[in-house]
């Protein structure tokens, strides 16, 4: 419980990190509603779902990287997407995989319990990214010998990933996760 209340300290004076996240949600919210209410008039409304879970999948790789930004280096609002521009390769790439899981992971019932184990890893690999190790196979690996050592933490960090999913408590839980995966990174390296 000591790390999860450690985040929580960490999180508080830096508050301001989450106008980014906020900014990036309501345009991620309103392209998602304008491609599922107008793009289905012009092409199928299966393209139009792609469409929308790949913006949705943005959106989440975003805030995660604006929230990650804005913690480790500044909370100032104009340097934390400065920094985004920076990592936009590795954010538009994780936001075009978790899109592509995302629409996958549609057709199974149940399917939001998937949505959020796949942003939990992106929160964990965005902790890699921010130190410079960004293999998607070194994190699956620490993963696996991470969990045994704190399951608790990865059990919250799951649950703030799928909270995530809800408009109004992504605005916390996303920063929230962020902060926690890098201190597990962090303590469990």
């Known amino acids: 419980m000591l790390r999860i209340e ?18 990036i949600t309501i345009i991620g919210y309103l392209a998602d509603l304008f491609t599922l209410k107008f793009l289905p008039l012009f092409v199928n409304s299966i393209i139009a779902s792609i ?4 913006i949705i999948g943005l959106m989440l790789s975003f805030s995660i990287c604006t929230s990650l930004a804005g913690f480790l280096f500044t909370i100032e609002l104009r340097q934390e997407f400065s920094i985004l521009k920076d990592y936009l390769s590795q954010a538009v ?4 995989v978790s899109g ?11 399917s939001i319990f998937l ?24 994190s699956l690996d620490w993963i696996s010998r991470a969990i045994g050592q704190d399951f608790l933490s990865f059990l919250i960090l799951y649950l703030l990933a799928l909270l ?22 962090r303590d469990l390296s």
Do not use: Q
């Open 6 to 23: 450690e985040t929580f300290k960490e999180f508080l004076p830096k508050l301001g990190i989450i106008l980014p996240v906020i900014i």
């Open 51 to 54: 469409v929308a879970d790949f």
């Open 93 to 96: 790439m994780f936001g075009i």
């Open 100 to 110: 592509l899981f995302f629409f996958i992971f549609r057709f199974i019932p149940f």
């Open 115 to 138: 949505d959020a184990l796949s942003v939990s890893f992106l929160f964990v690999l965005y902790s890699f990214t921010f130190k410079g190790k960004s293999s998607i196979g070194y």
């Open 164 to 185: 995530s999913f809800f408009p109004v408590s992504d605005i916390i839980c996303i920063p929230l996760g962020a902060i926690l995966a890098y201190n597990l990174r």
